[in-house]
């Protein structure tokens, strides 16, 4: 087996939790301070469609509207959802696979039956359905989004347990009389941790883009301003006729990254060790 | 294990990428199809029953009227028209030598046939059922009695097809009937395919056409799920123009579509505009004051530049652009915030508590509900910094399209923005009034005047074809709306119709564009 | 017979969750169509169409609306019973031939998509994940990532302008141009491949990280120190239980064919069943939505007593368990 020799300096540069640490920072403090990094306030209308020049890093939008400045400012929106989201979804799912899976029997069927059944609810009609009878929030928002993403994981969750309910140190515990409780919480979770970590990243992507698509679709609030819906506006107003990629690709680009960066960082329990240990 | 399945993925991808690459060659062999793209997707084969191909098919099945590029209404099947005085008995008369594609001559039969059809099984035309009373062939002309005046039926029939009576009469529920076709048609094409799965309706050169030709033998219509696919196939060369019925060609991809050097734009001055609606039947929009006071905060310029682009201009308050028959010069909108500050002050609208936000009689700060559709989304933000300077507060709550037909008609709202037609400005009495009169409730419409004024004037309207009488109310029409603002109009626009630069011939009128028999009897191939 | 027991008893006990689902979810999909605002009949006519209210009243009790809810919903049962979806007029004709019309084509592209994007993603995912140390193996993680944390319409538009416009490769749009094989095949490749670099892509991430799991523990050790030669060997070991997240997903994904495919035909304009539901969501047409929301809800049901029954042939601990 060769080893390709990367540099140890861009390796470590690279793909360090470290790193994504750092560019998860910037992130945050973009959502969080967005008029000391912004180049321009957000209600600032200058000439449309303008190409990207010394003035406008990123060019001015169908509006008008700076792209750099939208872009920072839509961050806190575009993560709050993306998080929050994810987080709901992970708690749900886990909480019902682990409890499906380890229980089994009557609460299995019931929690699968009911996971079935929210998992053939379409999205699209429920969120029209709400839009037209609640007032459409941020909130409303991300509990849609957490509620219709947690099926995946349960599923995955509750196969891994079932797998390990019965494995020797699961059942030793149970032998000593932990309860099911911490059963769960020493022996159950720390063996799922790092199946589940992949899931949560694929979640917070998942909300991220679940947002966007609504936004294409003309179905979330159009006056949130996120990444996703600054690509859904690229697409409505022209930025991709005009292959304006300066508007749609940022956004993009910066919802890719926070996804790599959160995943990365989840990444830790990953083993680096090369395998080989018998050459 | 591993290398066979390697050798297995390489070569699945190889037989992918030759047989691509082979089709490629083999497409575009272009012998004498006119090509026009268009986002209005045809659902199901049914001839009568799906909207858009209804509209497509006045291609092959010839209405008895059209419009001609000045909005007049001249005949297309029929060749003229006679109204009796008290306009309850219309008679049309049939244009010669007019034959149908399987070789059979058009008849007055076939329009009497037709409309009736429509009258008993189309739900669309329900009103000819429910007024039409006697129907009349004598010759080459047809009589229709209805059991009330008509003064809008010349226009009512330029978008009912004509039929073959020996095709359809034996069909059960035409408005149901679908087939892929070919279908018979009397027009200068008849309709051949309609192929769901390739997205295009074919029409073919009518064998039995006596007119005057045009250089294609085959009209292709395709159409795209999202714009910027069309626009794309347009500028691609794929297409030869595009064509969205009452829209214009996307502002946004005009630029780049000329930059290809390929393509001539046709720009024409439309009826159809962006407005604000008023809930007349709510305070403080009931108040002349209040809409008065709106009306000058509103940042007309800035409108026209960022919904249009620059193909459009500050309105006037008469509402009906020039564009219009009947249309006469009003005041401009007029954007001047400190007026509008002075007008709400002097209403007796007041920020007592210094919040910024102006209060009622009740002591409430004003924040309007402004419902709006998705489409609307970029003319509502502007409007909402608009009103907030002034004062007056703004929610803006977006809901999708079928929604929102149900909220409006329930006048579920404060202010809304919406479009009209062409076709919609023409309707009931005319000059927008389908819009506002709340008798007449319907798909896009707002239905929110009741002042008895506004519909005596309608119902005038109504009873005479007296073109003088007619002038003049249209003229009372916009004085009416200049003082009253029932809807504020936005912008009024051009149609851009982009086509290929080395096709003449193109004609355009203000109902269906390009889509009329001039254009495919015209066009001429200079390639 | 001792092993086929617990088994038997096992999917007799799911077959009667299944059962109870299902009609959790006819009542479900009869009336979620029918509490959105808006009306059938307002969207059976365009933008510019007057109706009269007699011509909507009779519309509506053509429709079969002008009766209380719980009678339409026996009636639909009843319907359902004997095998008729009911009939759709915004398409003007009968839902269940519509349904296979449409679905036919959707499957066309999209099974193929999904078992291709099995196939790479366990493959590239189990190497990528057993070797983990390497730098390809971290290129394909982050080209995987990147794929899944587009939004997917970004993706095809991207293909489509950069594909079809600019390289010319591919039609705009269609299933074909006429209908024969070669022009079907050139227009579905590039929708197809799309697709495949979705599912491709988080498949290729799932397995990746339970590879990564099944790595550190102890059989694998254990048979290494047995000498036992190929990787290849370990890695059916590996991958057999790593794969059982996979299986569950893989299966929802034939479940899901037809909404996820709604973006690719929006972008590449196809006229399959994800723009169907889409359309009848927006026109409110309820016998479509119903009809393939049903449908939808009998593939995800087969789907999942799928991946149990895979689950339980494939890892004997859960056999064990239940």
Redesign the interface.
Same mark, same amino acid.
């Given at each position: 087996m060769t080893v390709i020799n990367i540099p140890s300096w861009l390796k470590k540069m690279r793909y360090t939790p470290t790193f994504c640490i750092i560019i998860l920072g910037i992130f945050v403090y973009a959502a969080i301070f967005p008029k000391t990094i912004s180049p321009y306030s957000p209600d600032i209308r200058f000439s449309p469609y303008g190409e990207p020049d010394e003035n406008h890093i990123l060019g001015t939008d169908d509006m008008g509207y700076d792209i750099l400045t939208l872009l920072i400012y839509a961050t806190r929106i575009s993560l709050i959802i993306g998080v929050f989201a994810g987080i709901l979804s992970l708690c749900i799912g886990t909480s019902i696979g682990i409890a499906s899976g380890f229980h089994q029997g009557w609460v299995d069927d019931l929690m699968m039956g009911v996971t079935d059944i929210i998992l053939i609810i379409p999205k699209i009609p429920v969120t029209i359905l709400i839009a037209a009878y609640l007032h459409p929030s941020i909130w409303i928002l991300i509990i849609v989004l957490g509620l219709f993403s947690w099926e995946t994981t349960a599923r995955v969750v509750r196969a891994k347990t079932m797998q390990i309910r019965n494995s020797g140190f699961v059942l030793s515990s149970r032998c000593l009389g932990f309860s099911s409780f911490s059963i769960i919480i020493h022996d159950i979770i720390p063996v799922i941790y790092p199946v589940l970590l992949p899931k949560f990243m694929l979640t917070i992507a998942s909300a991220m883009i679940s947002e966007a698509s609504l936004s294409f679709l003309g179905l979330s609030d159009p006056m949130m301003e996120s990444w996703g819906k600054m690509i859904a506006d690229a697409f409505d107003h022209g930025g991709f006729i005009r292959e304006m990629w300066w508007w749609f690709l940022p956004p993009a680009i910066c919802m890719c990254v926070t996804v790599l960066a959160i995943t990365r960082i989840g990444m830790i329990y990953e083993s680096n060790e090369p395998e080989m240990v018998f050459e | 294990?591993?290398k066979s399945?390697h050798k297995m993925c390489t070569l699945l991808f190889l037989i992918?990428s030759i047989? $691509?690459?082979?089709?490629?060659m083999g497409?575009m062999a272009d012998d004498a199809i006119l090509r026009i793209a268009t986002t209005n997707e045809v659902?199901?084969p049914?001839f009568i029953?799906?909207?858009t191909l209804g509209l497509f098919n006045h291609l092959s099945n010839p209405p008895l009227m059209q419009m001609d590029e000045n909005g007049k209404l001249i005949g297309l099947l029929a060749d003229h028209y006679e109204v009796s005085p008290d306009n309850t008995e219309w008679t049309f008369v049939i244009k010669d030598n007019q034959f149908w594609s399987d070789g059979t001559p058009v008849t007055a039969d076939d329009v009497a046939f037709s409309i009736q059809m429509y009258g008993t099984s189309i =739900?669309?035309a329900? &009103?000819i059922g429910?007024t039409l009373t006697d129907t009349q062939v004598d010759g080459n002309k047809v009589t229709f009695k209805f059991n009330k005046p008509y003064t809008n039926l010349a226009l009512e029939f330029t978008s009912y097809s004509i039929l073959p009576k020996h095709i359809w009469e034996s069909i059960e529920n035409p408005?149901?009937?679908?087939s892929t076709g070919p279908y018979v048609g009397a027009g200068p094409y008849y309709l051949d395919n309609v192929?769901?799965?390739?997205?295009?309706v074919i029409f073919k050169r009518n064998p039995s056409w006596k007119g005057k030709i045009s250089d294609y033998d085959t009209v292709e219509i395709? &159409?795209?799920?999202?714009?910027?696919?069309a626009?794309?196939?347009l500028? $691609?060369g794929?297409m030869d123009t595009y064509w969205k019925y009452?829209s214009s060609y =996307?502002?946004?991809?005009i630029? $780049?579509l000329r930059k290809t050097g390929n393509f001539e734009m046709l720009e024409k001055p439309t009826s159809g505009l962006t407005f604000l609606g008023f809930n007349l039947k709510r305070e403080p929009m009931s108040d002349p004051a209040f809409r008065e006071a709106v009306s000058s905060a509103i940042n007309y310029q800035?409108l026209v530049?960022?919904s249009t682009?620059g193909y459009g201009l500050v309105p006037n308050r008469g509402f009906v652009p020039p564009a219009m028959d009947g249309y006469i010069q009003t005041k401009p909108m007029e954007y001047n915030l400190e007026t509008a500050k002075k007008t709400l002050d002097s209403a007796g609208y007041k920020d007592s508590d210094g919040n910024g936000i102006i209060e009622a009689a009740d002591g409430k700060d004003i924040t309007l509900d402004l419902l709006i559709r998705? $489409?609307y989304?970029?003319e509502?933000?502007?409007i909402k910094?608009y009103l907030e300077k002034a004062g007056i507060g703004v929610?803006?709550?977006?809901?999708?399209?079928?929604?929102w037909?149900?909220?409006k008609d329930k006048l579920d709202y404060d202010i809304t923005l919406t479009r009209t037609?062409p &076709?919609?400005m023409l309707?009931h009495a005319g000059w927008a009034t389908?819009y506002f009169d709340s008798r007449?409730t319907?798909?896009?419409v707002l239905h929110t005047v009741d002042d008895e004024v506004f519909l005596k004037l309608c119902d005038d309207i109504l009873s005479t074809t007296d073109q003088t009488l007619l002038k003049e109310y249209a003229k009372e029409v916009q004085e009416y709306y200049a003082e009253n603002l029932p809807g504020i109009p936005l912008y009024w626009k051009n149609d851009i119709t982009p086509y290929n630069k080395k096709i003449t011939g193109w004609y355009s009128n203000p109902l269906y564009g390009i889509m009329n028999e001039f254009t495919f009897t015209g066009v001429k191939s200079s390639a | 017979m001792v092993k086929i027991h617990p088994a038997g008893i096992f999917l007799s006990r799911k077959l009667l969750r299944y059962l109870l689902s299902f009609f959790c979810i006819l009542l479900i999909v009869f009336l979620l169509p029918r509490m959105m605002p808006g009306d059938p009949v307002s969207n059976l006519v365009g933008e510019d169409i007057y109706l009269s209210q007699s011509t909507i009243d009779s519309l509506r009790a053509a429709f079969g609306l002008d009766t209380p809810l719980h009678e339409q919903f026996i009636r639909y049962c009843l319907q359902i019973m004997h095998g008729d979806l009911g009939y759709s007029y915004h398409m003007h004709g009968p839902v269940f031939e519509i349904l296979i019309s449409r679905a036919w084509w959707t499957l066309l592209y999209t099974i193929p998509s999904i078992i291709i994007g099995a196939w790479i993603g366990i493959s590239l995912g189990a190497r990528a994940g057993f070797q983990s140390g390497k730098w390809w193996s971290d290129v394909i993680a982050s080209i995987a990532l990147v794929i899944s944390s587009t939004p997917p319409y970004l993706l095809s538009l991207l293909a489509l302008v950069l594909f079809v416009y600019h390289l010319g490769l591919f039609p705009f749009k269609g299933f074909y141009d006429t209908y024969n094989l070669q022009s079907i095949l050139y227009h579905l490749t590039l929708p197809t491949l799309v697709l495949i670099s979705f599912y491709a892509s988080r498949n290729i991430l799932i397995m990746r990280g339970a590879v990564l799991t099944e790595k550190e523990l102890l059989y694998p050790q254990f048979a290494r120190s047995l000498g036992i030669p190929e990787r290849e060997i370990l890695f059916h070991h590996i991958r057999k239980n790593a794969i059982i997240p996979l299986i569950v997903l893989i299966a929802l994904d034939f479940g899901f064919l037809f909404s996820g495919a709604l973006f690719i035909e929006i972008v590449f304009s196809l006229s399959g069943m994800g723009s169907l539901m889409y359309d009848a969501i927006l026109a409110r047409d309820y016998p479509i939505l119903t009809g393939s929301l049903l449908i939808i809800a009998i593939f995800v049901i087969i789907a999942n007593i799928t991946a149990d029954i895979m689950s339980l042939i494939i890892d004997p601990r859960i056999r064990r368990s239940s």
């Open positions: - | 294990m591993r399945q992918l047989v $691509s690459v082979c089709c490629s497409v659902k199901s049914a029953g799906d909207y =739900p669309n329900g &009103w429910e408005n149901e009937f679908t192929d769901l799965n390739a997205g295009k395709s &159409w795209f799920k999202n714009e910027d696919a626009a794309k196939a500028e $691609s794929i009452a =996307p502002y946004a991809a630029d $780049s800035e530049d960022i682009l998705n $489409s989304a970029r509502a933000e502007l910094e929610e803006v709550r977006t809901v999708e399209d079928n929604t037909f149900e909220m037609t &076709w919609g309707m389908g007449r319907g798909q896009g | -």
